[in-house]
């Protein structure tokens, strides 16, 4: 059995740590050549990682059938960005129907009609302020 056998079998049977391993590795590899300490005075200390610079010329290279593809950090940066934009989008539809419900408008009332109700819940709040 040869070593690249028995590392596969390691990785099959512990799918976690050979997962959790990857993300490190990869992670180490994104980070070579970032300063890490910087004294002043004196050199910066560069981060050094084995496959860094291998994996960073690589990253580098633009290829047009990867990014056509949608495979690359680039694309995967883009679907994270999608992703969240998307996530708040529904954080923010869903504070605006909660204040309309607080007005008693519907989620489909105009912008004009959430304006009037909110200014008429001022002039109440302030009626019931100057009365007291």
Same mark, same amino acid.
């Given at each position: 059995?040869?070593?690249?056998?028995? @590392?596969?079998?390691?990785?099959?049977?512990? %799918?976690?740590?050979?997962?959790?391993?990857?993300?490190?590795?990869?992670?180490?590899?994104?980070?070579?050549?970032?300063? &890490?300490?910087?004294?002043?005075? +004196?050199?910066?200390? *560069?981060?050094? =990682? %084995? /496959?860094?610079?291998?994996?960073?010329?690589?990253?580098?290279?633009?290829?047009?059938? @990867?990014?056509?593809?949608? &495979?690359?950090?680039?694309? /995967?940066?883009?679907?994270? =960005?999608? @992703?969240?934009? *998307?996530?708040?989008?529904?954080?923010?539809?869903? @504070?605006?129907?909660?204040?309309?419900?607080?007005?008693?408008?519907?989620?489909? #009332?105009?912008?004009?009609?959430?304006?009037?109700?909110? &200014?008429?819940? #001022?002039?109440? +709040?302030?009626?019931?302020?100057? #009365?007291?």
């Amino acid at each position: 059995m040869t070593s690249t056998e028995r @590392k596969r079998i390691w990785r099959r049977e512990h %799918p976690e740590q050979s997962q959790e391993a990857e993300r490190v590795r990869a992670a180490k590899r994104r980070r070579h050549g970032c300063i &890490i300490a910087f004294t002043p005075g +004196t050199p910066p200390e *560069r981060f050094v =990682y %084995p /496959s860094g610079e291998s994996y960073q010329r690589y990253e580098d290279t633009f290829d047009f059938e @990867k990014y056509r593809r949608g &495979i690359g950090r680039s694309a /995967s940066r883009w679907r994270a =960005y999608l @992703k969240s934009l *998307r996530t708040r989008i529904a954080v923010n539809r869903a @504070k605006l129907a909660a204040a309309y419900a607080e007005l008693g408008l519907g989620p489909d #009332a105009s912008i004009e009609e959430y304006s009037q109700a909110l &200014i008429e819940q #001022a002039r109440a +709040t302030l009626a019931t302020m100057t #009365a007291e």
